[in-house]
């Protein structure tokens, strides 16, 4: 009888587990560690598979092994006739700008596709023109629908890749918004020890 109990416990454990994996494969879990402590992103695998896949092998291929979160907008830095945006911004752009700069574009996948908008905590792609977005990415600072299709802060008016959000670590966020900037950029860059898979 302990027998069947055991291996009826083992098999239950087996379908928690395989659940388990199925759930993590529609949404991953990566770690931003920074110098001011670690961000713990929800990526949305279902809505924006190609973002996801994209940002997923650039973190596997250890892309961002000693980059840094190095550009901020704030409602102070940023011109008074214009739309305003509140994020962060990293990557390696500044790190290693001859391998951001050879990466393909991923294809475009709009808010309006996607279903996922520019909240507080959202992690989305740095772009020009739709189809041109990579490796750099930011974070939202509160809702912004400027940055959905439609909004006002790009004059083509895709918007922008949304494709997670942070599950924690939003005081981390907050904190490296808070740093010392000119002109929209870090002084010094905030560093990105690595992004990891969880």
């Known amino acids: 009888m302990s027998l069947i109990r055991n291996t009826i416990a083992v098999f239950f454990l087996l379908l928690a587990g395989c659940a388990e994996k199925t759930r993590d494969s529609a949404t991953p879990h990566v770690l931003i560690q920074t110098g001011f402590g670690e961000i713990e992103l929800e990526l949305y695998a279902k809505q924006a598979p190609k973002t996801v896949e994209a940002f997923l092998r650039y973190v596997d291929s250890g ?68 189809g041109t977005a990579a490796s750099e ?39 490296i918004y808070r740093q010392r900037e000119s002109e929209q950029y870090f002084r010094p860059p905030v560093p990105i020890y690595n992004i990891v898979l969880q």
């Open 137 to 175: 990415f930011f974070i939202c600072i509160g809702r912004q629908k400027g940055l959905d299709a439609g909004g006002e802060n790009i004059a083509d008016k895709q918007g922008f890749a949304a494709f997670g959000r942070v599950v924690k670590g939003m005081s981390v966020v907050r904190k």
């Open 63 to 130: 892309y961002y092994k000693n980059s840094q979160f190095y550009r901020v907008l704030t409602i102070d830095n940023q011109p008074s006739n214009a739309p305003k945006t509140e994020l962060i911004q990293g990557g390696i752009w500044k790190t290693n700008y001859a391998l951001a700069s050879s990466l393909q574009g991923i294809a475009h996948e709009s808010t309006e596709m996607t279903g996922i908008e520019h909240k507080d905590g959202t992690i989305s792609l740095a772009r020009g023109a739709p």
